[in-house]
């Protein structure tokens, strides 16, 4: 599975971008597909994710500003980013896994920037 993500970019404190990452093949449909981000001189942390049917989990510093969502038609999954923050300014990544299958894709980053 090749991932593209596209989305980022610069916006102001307040404001809001949603990111798209689409999925080459329509095997995606099984995967816990995710973002991650990571700022910086850190660590990837992660975001949020969503299983094929639809179960999400969220980072602790997301607080509800965030959503998680895919389609399945479109084989792509998007990060909807509300009340953006200054720190929350790093290179976002999307993500597919399926640990049963031993399988874990990587798309390449999308930076989002936000200025104070």
């Known amino acids: 599975v090749q991932l593209q993500a596209s989305g980022g970019g610069l916006v102001q404190a307040g404001g809001s971008l949603k990111l798209s990452c689409a999925a080459s093949s329509n095997s995606f449909a099984v995967y816990t597909a995710g973002w991650y981000r990571q700022a910086p001189g850190k660590q990837r942390k992660l975001v949020a994710t969503i299983t094929s049917g639809g179960i999400t989990n969220y980072g602790h510093f997301v607080k509800g500003r965030f959503t998680i969502s895919r389609d399945h038609s479109k084989n792509t999954v998007y990060l909807q980013m509300n009340s953006l923050k200054p720190e929350d300014t790093a290179v976002y990544f999307c993500?597919?896994?399926?640990?049963?299958?031993?399988?874990?894709?990587w798309g390449q980053g999308t930076l989002v920037t936000v200025s104070s």
């Open positions: 993500n597919a896994e399926a640990p049963w299958l031993d399988r874990n894709f």
